[in-house]
């Protein structure tokens, strides 16, 4: 939606309801075969996982371009997978945890709360570093991987984790910059 926004475009939006488990059903995995989230079907052609889907819509609608040149674009790629690789699977166990285990049953698991507090400290520190001498993530221009990084942070405010971005100078700045769009 935000590489939409990005592009000046619009798109039906059709929730998954998780917790329900609408995300199993034989209609949502024609879309995505592991029946998760998101998936995108752009009048038949249907595309799952976000880098993935955020590259084609880049590709596929009109707007300005969030993929630059092949330089832009590996730097973009390279914090993608630095995020799917060093920070997701810290944040995202804390996240379900901390925001979405109560529509998904059961008792907070404390263990994958303090493993993943814990483990986002390095990814996150690197990524200050190199903010420091960077506007965006790929360089001088806000590219998709800003937008890969922006829903991660957010929940991170909202789950109290406000620290994790806040101790963090360039971070912070960062999050200021892309959050204003």
């Not at 976000?50 to 590709?59: E, F, K, V």
């Amino acid at each position: 939606l935000t590489v939409l926004a990005e592009k000046g475009q619009a798109a039906e939006l059709v929730l998954a309801m998780v917790p329900r488990g609408e995300h199993k059903q034989p209609a949502h995995v024609a879309r995505h075969p592991f029946g998760k989230v998101p998936a995108l079907d752009d009048d038949g052609f249907t595309v799952y996982e976000t880098g993935a889907i955020n590259r084609y819509l880049d590709r596929a609608v009109r707007g300005p371009s969030l993929t630059g040149d092949s330089r832009t674009a590996a730097r973009a790629d390279q914090w993608i997978r630095a995020s799917d690789s060093y920070f997701a699977p810290h944040a995202q166990p804390l996240i379900v945890e901390t925001m979405f285990r109560r529509y998904l049953g059961g008792e907070r698991n404390a263990a994958a709360i303090a493993a993943g507090t814990a483990g986002i400290v390095a990814p996150l520190d690197v990524v200050d570093r190199w903010l420091a001498d960077h506007e965006y993530l790929a360089g001088g221009a806000f590219t998709i991987a800003d937008i890969h990084w922006m829903p991660y942070l957010d929940c991170l405010l909202k789950i109290g984790h406000a620290e994790a971005i806040s101790r963090r100078p360039h971070l912070r700045a960062w999050w200021e910059r892309v959050s204003a769009r």
